[in-house]
Every structure is written in C-alpha cells, then in structure tokens.
C-alpha cells in the first residue's frame, strides 16, 4: 500500500513539475518580449523578497505534517482534528503576520530599486503576487498538511497541475491582447487561487469525520520551532542572491535580476524534478520510521538512492550541456542586457548538483522530524552562503553570490549524508560516498565529451529538444549500465519493487 501511494505521489508530482517547468519558461520570455527585461527583474525580485516574508508560516506546516504521521497510522481521529484544529488557529495568526509584512514591503521596494518602475504598479504587483500566499495561510494551508501526511499529495499535485495550465493560457491571450502586467497577473492569480475549492471539495468529502474546530493541541507540534529555524534557513540560501543583488549591485539591479532568472528558470526546473521525488516519498518514510520498521527503512532508502544518483547524474550532464544554448535561444531577442554567460551557466549547473546531492538523506531526516538535532549544521550553512556571496558581490555580480551559494551547498550536503548514516539510516555512508564518487567520475568523463558534441550555438528549440533527447538517452543507457554493473542486486531489488507496485 505505501508503495503504491509513493508511487502515485511520484508519478504526479512529476507531472506537475513539467507543467511548472512548462510555465516558467513560456511565461517570463512572454512577459520579457512584451513588458522587458525590468519587468521580469522585478516579478523575480519580489516573489523573492515574498518568500522570505513567507517565513511568518513559521513552520507549522512542516511540523504538522510530521506530528500528524502517528495518529494517522493508528486510524486516531480525535488526535488528527487537535492537532488539524492547532494547524489551523496558526496558520490563520501567521496569515495576519504576513500580510502586515507585505503592506510593509509594497511602501518601501519601489525605494529599493531606486524608482527604476512605476512606483504605483510596483506596489501594486506586490500585492497580486502576494495574493496567492494569502489564500494557502487562511484557507489552502490546513488540508495540504493532512493530504501530504497521509500519502495523498498526488490530489493536490493533480489540482495544482490544472489550474498551473489555465494560469499559462489566460496569461498568453491576456498578453496577446497587450493587457497591462499588473491585470494580467491578477486575473491569473485569481483564477489559479480556485484550485482551493477543488481541494476543499476532495478533502470534506475523502474525510467527512474531519472537524478543524475541535480543541487545539499545539502542545503537538513541539517541533515547530526548529522547522522554522530549517525554513530560515532554507528561504536565506534559496534566495539570497537575488536580494542581494537587487540591494548590492545599484543602478541596473533588475536587469542582473532579470539575467539571473533566466538561468534560475533552468535551475528551478530541474530542482523541482529532482524533489518531486521526495514530495511522494516521504510521508511513506516518515509512516515507516514512527513504526521503527528499521530493515524496511535500510532496503527502502537503498533503492531510492540508488535510482535517485542515477538520475540527478543524468539531469547535470543534461544541464550542463544545454543550459547556454537554452538561454541563447530563449533570449535571442532580447538586447537590453547580455544574457549568454558560460561562467553563470557553469556555476548554476554546480550548484544544481551540489543542491540535490543532499536530498535523499534530506528526505529521511524530515520523514524523521530531526529539525532540532540539525539545526546548527542548518545555521552554518546560511552563514556561509551570506558572508562569501557578500564578500564576492562586489568584484564578481552574480558569479560571486553563485559561488556563495557553492560553498554553502558544499558543506550541507556532506554534512547530510553523515548525519543520516549515524543516526537514522546507520552505516550507509560507505555505499552513499561510493555512488557519488562513481557517478562523479563519470560525470566529469561525459561533460567533457558533452560539450564538445553539443553545439553551443544552437538557433532554434527544435534542435535543442533533438540534442537534449539524444544526450538524455545515451547518459541513460550510459550511467544505467555502469550503475548495474557496480550494483546488480540493487538493480535487481528496484526492478522487483517496481514490478510489485504496477502489477499488485
């Protein structure tokens, strides 16, 4: 049963990456080509500034998510609406924090960026993009936690697909019609936001014992703090450069802005491939570990490591490869700035890397609830990203906060392989360190041979997708077969899990 729900979790989660991936290239040249490259450096800029303002979610989400795993395994009605009914009463409080805190932010960011807008539709932007976030606090927020906890992700995934693909078609004729930016996003955002009738329609009906005004238990959610310190974090390291620039780099900021959200786009895309993954996999784990079912823990998360290296090794080669000519093609008529940087596009394909090198052994520690006990590693890491990316800015712009962010991955991902292997997933540091030093190597081997056949200055997207599908193919059958060769019974046991899942 967890199988299935992990794969179904997986299978949608997947798609509702490509759907994302779909509108975040199609929509940002839309809006580059009609509006220019300011205008998107701000869009990218204020749903930057809107995810640190995000923090007043103060992790109730993550630790409802991880204290609901119990009572939801042992069937404890009256356990999951306490602590449903908690969730709730704090996400409404937060809901209130974050909107003061966007009225703050609309007065003062037409400040920041130095009157390079309209102030009037600045702060009016701010506000729509901000909308969205406001309906997930007071309405959205309370059943993704319960459908998250218990394995049933996929719904929303589905939901969030559908109105993700509606957003994208509303946008593009309301574009084509040369519709001011600031209606088109609002008449996006407000159709996109009725996802949430979708969801309340599923979840009343799925769990008609479902009562959110029961008596709070906030006592529940011991390890909200900690989740909050994690969220802290993970807003700081995810999205720093792009503050840092609009702040540090003066007069053109949202043209750099605009220059790093195009390569972000590509980088964003893979991120969500690689952790839609997780999105599916970790309410199974989390079930798994609250049992203290330890040998299905070891055999579980071998596979889904195993097949997860597999695939991050080819998404780099990929990316590594295609990422200029993508971007030399997806700006080729834009000249207000120059976008075809090999450096940036160097450096994002690292950071890529470096990113989801962690996630495996990531997924287990949030499946097991350790925010606490990791919270220092957590605090170093935003502290290396900020003090090297500051240091940087100066001499090197965007390079120099992307070799922040390197240095910051760097040290986190390592440091989550051998927490995992010494106190959750024991002793699987060996076997972890010696898939990522055999597909390193290989790696290396194939993106030297990748840029030498992969034209860099490619002139259309449909040679593009020609040279994506056959690198993608050939790295596939490539790392397949070495990755067999090294662990063929490992190979053999996903191939039997697989089997299990599609024909029982």
């Known amino acids: 049963m967890r199988s299935k729900q992990a794969m179904k979790n997986m299978i949608a989660n997947v798609f509702l990456q490509i759907v994302i991936f779909t ?35 103060a992790g109730v989400g993550t630790a409802s998510v991880v ?54 539709m600045v702060r009016g932007m701010v506000l729509v993009l901000a909308s969205s976030t406001l309906v997930d606090y007071f309405f959205l927020g309370k059943y993704r936690v319960l459908l998250t906890a218990n394995q049933e992700g996929y719904v929303v995934a589905i939901i ?5 693909v509606v957003n994208i078609i509303v946008s593009i004729l309301l574009i084509y019609h040369h519709t001011p930016v600031i209606l ?20 009343r009906k799925r769990y008609p ?7 709070p238990k906030p006592e529940a959610l011991p390890q909200r703090g900690a989740a909050l310190l994690h969220q802290v974090v993970g807003v700081i390291v995810n999205n720093t450069d792009v503050v840092l620039l609009t702040i540090l780099i003066g007069q053109n900021s949202l043209l750099e802005v605009s220059v790093y959200g195009v390569y972000n786009l590509v980088a964003t895309a893979v991120n969500m491939f690689m952790t839609s993954f997780t999105n599916g996999l970790t309410a199974g784990f989390g079930e798994v570990i609250s049992k203290g079912e330890d040998e299905t823990l070891e055999k579980s998360y071998a596979s889904y490591e195993y097949v997860y290296m597999i695939v991050l090794a080819i998404v780099v080669i990929c990316m590594g490869a295609l990422i200029l000519p993508f971007v030399s093609i997806y700006t080729k008529n834009m000249s207000d700035v120059s976008y075809v940087r090999p450096v940036v596009g160097f ?3 690292v950071i890529v890397f470096l990113q989801n090198l962690r996630i495996p052994g990531l997924t287990i520690i949030c499946a097991a609830g350790h925010y606490k006990e990791t919270r220092y590693q957590a605090i170093a890491e935003a502290v290396i990203n900020i003090v090297v990316s500051i240091l940087l800015i ?4 965007i390079s120099g906060v992307l070799i922040g962010t390197i240095c910051s991955y760097g040290y986190r991902s390592f440091d989550v392989i051998l927490y995992n292997s010494k106190y959750l997933v024991r002793n699987s540091r060996k076997k972890t ?36 599908i056959i690198l993608g193919l050939l790295s596939t059958v490539l790392f397949g077969i070495v990755n067999y060769i090294a662990e063929p019974n490992e190979c053999k046991d996903l191939y039997m899990r697989i089997k299990r899942v599609i024909w029982h």
């Open 347 to 349: 450096l994002f394909t």
């Open 160 to 164: 969030q697909s559908i109105g993700t």
């Open 23 to 57: 509108s975040g290239i199609i929509l940002p040249r839309f809006f580059m080509e009609a509006y220019g490259s300011g205008v998107n450096g701000m869009i990218t800029s204020v749903n930057q500034f809107l995810a640190y303002l995000g923090l007043a979610e």
């Open 67 to 120: 204290a609901l795993y119990s009572p939801l395994a042992c069937d404890d009605k009256e356990e999951v609406n306490s602590i449903l009914s908690a969730t709730r009463k704090f996400y409404n409080r937060s809901g209130v924090l974050f909107l003061v805190l966007v009225l703050v932010l609309a007065f003062f960011y037409p400040i920041l960026i130095s009157r390079q807008l309209d102030s009037g």
């Open 433 to 468: 360190m010696s898939r990522f030093l055999r597909n390193f190597v290989l790696i290396i081997l194939l993106m030297m041979l990748s840029w030498s056949l992969v034209p860099q200055n490619l002139t259309s997207f449909i040679m593009w997708f020609i040279y994506a």
């Open 394 to 397: 100066g001499k090197l712009g």
């Open 209 to 215: 014992h479902l009562n959110f005004k029961a008596a």
């Open 184 to 203: 088109v996003k609002a008449v996006a955002t407000g159709v996109y936001m009725l996802r949430l009738i979708l969801v309340r329609i599923y979840v």
